[in-house]
């Protein structure tokens, strides 16, 4: 199978379908003015050389700028969005040369109203394209209609909208993620039937359309594989981090015999540095997400398992397939699920060790 | 964290400098006549400001034409070799502006001569650069002992030979593969301490220096923690493959009890048909690779789990460090492991679903 490839000159293509240089260059840019049988012999010749017009050169000419917004939750230096941030710093860095600039908002993932106040800061400035981690259906949706009225693309990052779909969506399916965390756990726990589901709360809200479908999807397989397990929940109150230890403590007093535990936030190291710090070592604990914290406790083997989800190829990637349909005219893909990434002590050293960031 | 990074300038980077812009010009393409302290004042201003010269507006410039020579084993269409000659492809799409090409010869695993016939032919075409997949360590050597007499640069993919470092590696760590495998295998084994490996020879070869170091990782590991656990052995003929299953059943039937194995090659799947036509359900089985008859073995519940490990993207990969360094002068990684993957029937739907061919 060897392969040389020659550098395919319009000319070239010109000869083959046999019509003028022009009428491949117009099909070649979507113009009018080419007869139906001189754009289908055109195109069955692009297609048989697997043609691919110089994009570089053409965007590199243009002197437009874009601008994008993204609209994310709030969160600390160090947490799961800070990942997807540095890859949208990485897809800025790699597309340089193309004039494009992104300014972010954030609003808080426990009050809805702060999303609508964001998303209409986004509208006033009126950006060429926007990428959105979406919050509960209702608010995000009034935020993409008026993206749809004013004809600016977007993007979905972390969960998905499906009935409202946007240019792109980059995230994991979370439902099956939750799924396949329940073999690993049950793998882990067995032949024991008890287990406990630790969230991060506040006046009822969850914060993420993502954790929540994880346990729906955690809980179809142990419906359809362990039936009989005993699933506890034990609800931390995300407002008060300091009184975290006291209601694990009470949780673990109460439930000596549970040994198993997941979390579907990005804080499994709660736990983790719990049970280090209570010297409890035969806890068998699975979270999500390479946070610092977390892969500490992976590594002190208060952890056992964490999944990952590829955050700054989530970020990274929506800059890009904007750049893609804004700049260099090229399809994009709809729907872009993301692994679901097993990680453990043995093999987390090796995890995106060659990452998309050197892929340019 | 806004980010609004403005098109820099060589003139701008001139006057934060205090320097001409001839000099800018000369640090940032090496060249002497620039006194240490102006060197010093323009690196400094350019690392402040994250300068990234177009690479693509002069490379696009130049008419060089670049001949890349890869050295892989011989390999029957599908096998996992297939992938790596995809990523190559993907790599020759993704960089045809720069007038590459790719003249691909293979060797015969089993027979050391083969290679160095091979190797030959490419030392005579004097390529501009080369991708190689060792054989045994001699052989190798010779091959690119050669290529650094002619100062031809060269990639290793699949093992490396650390004692003569290449421009880059790309591939596995096989024997922390072994080692995480053998932990994955023990989790479905559990409390039976009783496994078999199996393996394809011919005379006494096993074809590869990876299938070699994950059987030590996995060695490894099981001393670790399991250093009671029997380890049987089942040496099939890569020679012939009639004769597969008959061997199966003699192992099978004087060793019932044993219901857990594991494959260091990417034939997995001649076990999972096996078991698959005897009706085997009850044997826990992992094995490498993607390739379609694994994972079709998956998906009927005869594999157990998959490690994966990326080989379009070392394809893609090596091509890619071939033209950074020789066409836009960038730095190459040295070593770049690639990520151990655990694939089973709840994830593997998802896995590369946004590939690093969709990253240019």
Not at 219 to 226: G, I
């Amino acid at each position: 199978m060897n392969k040389l490839p020659e550098r395919i000159r319009i000319k070239d293509i010109a000869r083959l379908a046999d019509v003028s240089v022009g009428t491949v260059d117009r099909v070649l840019h979507g113009r009018s003015g080419v007869s139906e049988a001189s754009r289908k012999r055109v195109e069955e010749i692009l297609k048989q050389l697997d043609y691919q017009p110089n994009m570089y050169a053409s965007a590199l000419a243009s002197n437009k700028k874009y601008i994008f917004c993204c609209l994310l939750p709030q969160h600390l230096e160090g947490d799961y969005w800070t990942a997807v941030e540095n890859g949208i710093s990485n897809a800025l860095r790699a597309f340089s040369d193309f004039h494009i600039s992104v300014k972010t908002f954030y609003y808080d993932p426990y009050d809805y109203d702060s999303f609508a106040t964001e998303a209409n800061h986004i509208i006033e400035i009126n950006p060429d394209g926007v990428m959105v981690a979406p919050t509960i259906e209702s608010y995000t949706e009034d935020f993409i209609t008026q993206l749809n009225d004013k004809l600016i693309p977007y993007i979905y990052i972390d969960s998905n909208l499906k009935k409202l779909p946007g240019l792109a969506f980059y995230g994991q399916n979370s439902r099956q993620s939750g799924y396949f965390a329940a073999r690993m756990l049950m793998l882990l726990a067995a032949p024991k039937e008890e287990l406990v589901i630790i969230r991060k709360i506040h006046q009822g809200i969850v914060g993420s359309n993502q954790q929540e479908n994880r346990e729906k999807g955690f809980r179809k397989y142990m419906q359809e594989f362990h039936p009989n397990c005993k699933i506890y929940e034990l609800d931390l109150d995300a407002d008060s981090d300091d009184a975290d230890a006291k209601m694990i403590d009470e949780f673990m007093n109460q439930h000596p015999d549970i040994k198993s535990g997941i979390t579907f936030n990005s804080k499994a190291y709660i736990i983790g540095e719990y049970l280090q710090s209570r010297g409890i070592k035969d806890f068998n604990l699975i979270g999500y997400d390479l946070l610092m914290r977390n892969v500490s406790c992976l590594r002190e083997g208060s952890i056992s398992f964490l999944i990952a989800q590829q955050p700054e190829m989530q970020g990274y990637s929506g800059i890009k397939a904007l750049c893609d349909f804004l700049i260099f005219k090229k399809e994009v893909k709809q729907l872009n699920y993301m692994p679901i990434d097993l990680l453990s002590i043995e093999n987390i050293n090796y995890y995106s060790s060659v990452s998309f960031a050197d892929m340019k």
